[in-house]
């Protein structure tokens, strides 16, 4: 988990990592497990909605922001920021799934943290997605 910072209008800063936690809980798969590609869709659909927490977890002073491998404490206070339910699919499935996750782009009032593998990863996934979708040549 990333580093990233909450940035108050008066310019104080402060460091968080993100989760999204599933509020039915958390399900595991087996390295056997088969899906089809939108089971999780198919889920959400037969339940009738899904929901997960965003939970915030603050820094403390000397943790570091720039190391993801780095752990913080467990014992570090969490806030929880939100809530996203879904209670239907997308109505075009495909556009959706054209859209590339940029773990760089965030909104006003966030900024990165100096981590570097989270500035090279928006250019990586970029890069994944446009190999995994090319269409093959003859």
Request: overall charge negative.
């Amino acid at each position: 988990m990333h580093a990233y910072f909450l940035v108050a209008p008066d310019g104080s800063r402060r460091a968080f990592r993100y989760s999204w936690l599933p509020d039915a809980g958390e399900a595991t798969l087996t390295a056997g497990d088969q899906r089809p590609p939108h089971y999780l869709i198919d889920e959400m659909l037969q339940r009738g909605t899904a929901s997960w927490s965003l939970v915030f977890t603050l820094a403390e002073p000397g943790d570091p922001t720039d190391d993801v491998t780095a752990r913080w404490p467990d014992s570090r206070e969490t806030v929880t920021a939100g809530t996203l339910r879904l209670d239907s699919a997308a109505e075009d499935q495909a556009a959706l799934d054209a859209t590339v996750f940029d773990p760089a782009g965030v909104v006003p009032g966030i900024e990165l943290s100096d981590d570097p593998i989270l500035h090279f990863r928006s250019q990586v996934y970029g890069e994944s997605f446009t190999r995994r979708t090319r269409e093959e040549r003859p």
